[in-house]
């Protein structure tokens, strides 16, 4: 089955900094790459995602770029705020094919934290 | 995006019991899941919910510990039965949504926490 690898485990950055967070997968099917983030307390919220007709996709401070080829894809927050402290967790589709998604498997999480 | 709720948001219950947690969409959609999140880890999937048929469990998850119902496209349950103090876990309801023609997205509702004494 797919095989989802994350890093960096914990990521501490200073206010207004970059931060990026990098997962690689097995499976070379795989065309859905979301990323979520995890407030203490909440539910997975997702932040962005790209297919895998693309290379890159950004989002006001949030990008994410994918290289199927390495079978790799990472997230990249810029001017980082203490409101970005959380859990990201990445994600590839296993089930991919088609226009329709289905399960998902999950890194295994980056805890950030933003000193102000 | 869709707005998905949970009942209970959080319960503690007893070795050897039951609990049903029930996941609400406010729009119809064709795939729901559910996913356990233990302390302090990752996601991990446990079957989809199909509706009209019985749900597909991953590796690991069975049908007797883990029974789902999916009765229409906007509800679904999962009874973690008999449970042990390895059940503590956030429960996740998630749906798989279409956003745009030949587009899907992933969404997940506030979760369940779960402690069993």
């Known amino acids: 089955g797919e095989n989802v690898e994350q890093h960096p485990s914990t990521l501490s950055v200073q206010e207004g900094d970059s931060a990026v967070i990098k997962c690689t997968y097995s499976d070379s099917a795989s065309n859905y790459f979301p990323w979520y983030k995890q407030e203490l307390g909440k539910g997975p919220q997702l932040i962005i995602d790209?297919?895998?007709?693309?290379g890159e996709k950004k989002d006001q401070r949030i990008a994410v770029t994918l290289n199927k080829t390495a079978k790799h894809f990472s997230l990249h927050i810029t001017e980082t705020q203490p409101e970005d402290s959380a859990v990201y967790f990445c994600?590839?589709?296993?089930?991919?094919?088609?226009?329709?998604?289905?399960?998902?498997?999950f890194g295994q999480g980056t805890i950030l934290t933003v000193h102000p | 995006s869709a707005v998905i709720s949970q009942k209970p948001s959080r319960d503690i219950c007893q070795r050897g019991t039951s609990l049903t947690i029930q996941c609400q969409v406010d729009s119809q959609v064709t795939m729901m899941f559910w996913y356990r999140q233990q302390p302090g880890q990752s996601l991990t999937l446990i079957a989809t919910a199909n509706q009209g048929s019985e749900a597909t469990y991953e590796s690991g998850f069975v049908i007797d510990k883990f029974p789902i119902s999916r009765p229409n496209l906007t509800f679904s349950t999962l009874t973690v039965s008999n449970m042990s103090p390895e059940d503590s876990s956030i429960y996740l309801c998630s749906v798989d949504y279409l956003i745009r023609e030949g587009g899907n997205e992933q969404f997940f509702g506030p979760g369940t926490r779960l402690t069993v004494l």
């Open positions: 790209i297919r895998s007709n693309v």
């Open positions: 994600a590839v589709d296993a089930n991919a094919g088609g226009t329709s998604y289905g399960k998902l498997t």
